[in-house]
T-cell receptor
Framework: DQQVKQNSPSLSVQEGRISILNCDYT??????FLWYKKYPAEGPTFLIS?????DKNEDGRFTVFLNKSAKHLSLHIVPSQPGDSAVYFC???????????FGKGTSLLVTP | DSGVTQTPKHLITATGQRVTLRCSPR?????VYWYQQSLDQGLQFLIQ???????AKGNILERFSAQQFPDLHSELNLSSLELGDSALYFC?????????????????FGPGTRLTVL
């Protein structure tokens, strides 16, 4: 039962443009959300997170938006760079739980 | 480099066999998590240990077991292997128990062990 869903397996964006990666979740008990980035042959690396008490968190070129009523979050990358090409995983957990629930990932390709 | 090490990087074995995957957490981290990533699947949580004790269990098969040793390294044992066990196995570590936010709960992932069962 996939509680975190990333419905777009891949996304291609031109360098300099905005990349928007989407994520939906079904468990209303989730209260902490994270994005991880993964390059081939490496483990996922933490990118940015957001608590359910916020609706936006920004870190440089990366912004995560949370819409709790829609159970939806998105990651915006502005401007996109070729080095951003990677697989992006959305994850969520409950404050009382320790495991991260991951989506299947979206492969982002940023073309020059 | 996350500071989490996993060995071996690749493992090829046959059905019915038993293998052990090893993980060394970042220095100072007490929590170790194991995740499985099968083809076309997201990372699935298997099990977590904190300071030597099992703290949480996910969809881990009975054929799989894990432990965390006094030096905090962890091993994931997979037995009676089946073709469907072929996957990437990731270990992650965090300072604290996890859950919620904060730097102490952030999970740092190792590079993974790719297991191929033939």
């Amino acid at each position: 039962d996939q509680q975190v869903k990333q419905n777009s397996p891949s996304l291609s964006v031109q360098e300099g443009r905005i990349s928007i990666l989407n994520c939906d979740y079904t468990n209303s008990m989730f209260d902490y959300f994270l994005w991880y980035k993964k390059y081939p042959a490496e483990g996922p690396t933490f990118l940015i997170s957001i608590s359910s008490i916020k609706d936006k968190n920004e870190d440089g070129r990366f912004t995560v938006f949370l819409n709790k009523s829609a159970k939806h979050l998105s990651l915006h990358i502005v401007p996109s760079q070729p080095g951003d090409s990677a697989v992006y995983f959305c994850a969520a957990n409950q404050n009382s739980g320790y495991a991260l629930n991951f989506g299947k990932g979206t492969s982002l390709l940023v073309t020059p | 480099d996350s500071g989490v090490t996993q060995t071996p990087k690749h493992l090829i074995t046959a059905t019915g066999q038993r293998v052990t995957l090893r993980c060394s957490p970042r220095s100072g981290d007490l929590s170790v998590y194991w995740y499985q990533q099968s083809l076309d699947q997201g990372l699935q949580f298997l099990i977590q240990y904190y300071n030597g004790e099992e703290r949480a269990k996910g969809n881990i098969l009975e054929r799989f077991s894990a432990q965390q040793f006094p030096d905090l390294h962890s091993e994931l044992n997979l037995s009676s292997l089946e073709l469907g066990d072929s996957a990437l196995y990731f270990c992650a570590s965090s300072v604290a128990l996890g859950g919620g936010g904060g730097s102490y709960n952030e999970q740092f992932f190792g590079p993974g062990t790719r297991l191929t069962v033939l």
